[in-house]
């Protein structure tokens, strides 16, 4: 598999995490199987080449709305898939779209709300390479982003107050009224979006420092003990802390 992913400074910092590309070559023997984690972040996804999918949902070709993620899911990739996409900080998905969706949707379920996506999706039909769709949805997005969006900045501050190190008492609206905004904007309750972050986090050191004894992890990231990272990771990552250090250690062994 060839993945390759352009991370935007400037205007686009606060709505995009990535304008990505992907392929897996045609003579590939089998079909590429990932693990993606949850980053409660939502996208737009076009399938260019293939069926893929994405835990039980199937699709075959076009536009696909990606949710809000909560929980890691599996992609399946035949040979010959070719992908691209454009991946959302958490909330802005809703910033862009004008609406969260809760599944997997296509152009063809909502025509009317997304119909403004078949044009991008001509566009990178006509792409060859990594580097010409990645710069063709980079170019989409300064074209068709409002960057003075009001409801941007309202979801940039709210999800920032409710990180680890935010400051939600410097915010001018009540726990209450930030339930509300999460429920509307990404479909889950604050405290749900720091177990998320909370589980990334833990993924990322593991990845950094596979040896790190778990029970240390577990004090320094915040949980009960052990037990109950293993039980969070299960949840959201479908992988238990043990599981995950196994495979970064494998990988490297791999890469060497």
């Not at 909560?70 to 910033?95: D, N, W």
């Not at 969260?100 to 063809?108: C, L, N």
């Not at 792409?127 to 900045?153: E, F, G, K």
């Not at 109950?228 to 949840?235: D, G, K, L, P, V």
Request: glycine residues 6%.
């Amino acid at each position: 598999m060839d993945f390759r992913i352009f991370k935007p400074q400037g205007v686009l910092k606060d709505h995009v995490q990535g304008i990505w590309s992907l392929s897996v070559p045609p003579d590939r023997v089998g079909e590429e199987k990932k693990l993606l984690f949850s980053d409660a972040g939502s996208g737009i996804m076009f399938n260019l080449a293939g069926e893929v999918c994405f835990g039980n949902h199937r699709h075959s070709g076009g536009v696909m709305i990606m949710p809000n993620s909560k929980e890691a899911l599996y992609v399946t990739l035949p040979p010959g898939t070719v992908l691209a996409g454009i991946r959302f900080h958490p909330g802005m998905g809703y910033s862009v779209l004008g609406k969260r969706f809760d599944h997997p949707v296509s152009i063809a379920d909502e025509p009317e709300h997304l119909h403004f996506l078949e044009s991008l999706q001509e566009q990178l039909r006509y792409c060859c390479h990594h580097q010409a769709r990645i710069v063709t949805m980079y170019r989409w997005m300064i074209r068709n982003l409002d960057t003075d969006d009001a409801v941007r900045h309202a979801i940039t501050e709210i999800v920032k107050a409710v990180q680890p190190h935010g400051r939600p008492h410097s915010m001018p609206v009540s726990a209450r009224q930030i339930e509300r905004h999460f429920q509307k904007w990404m479909g889950m309750t604050p405290k749900y979006y720091q177990r998320i972050l909370r589980v990334k986090q833990s993924l990322e050191l593991i990845q950094l420092s596979p040896d790190i004894p778990l029970a240390d992890l577990a004090a320094e990231q915040g949980f009960a003990d052990q037990a109950h990272m293993t039980r969070e990771f299960s949840h959201i990552a479908k992988i238990t802390p043990k599981q995950y250090s196994l495979l970064v250690k494998k990988k490297q062994v791999q890469d060497r």
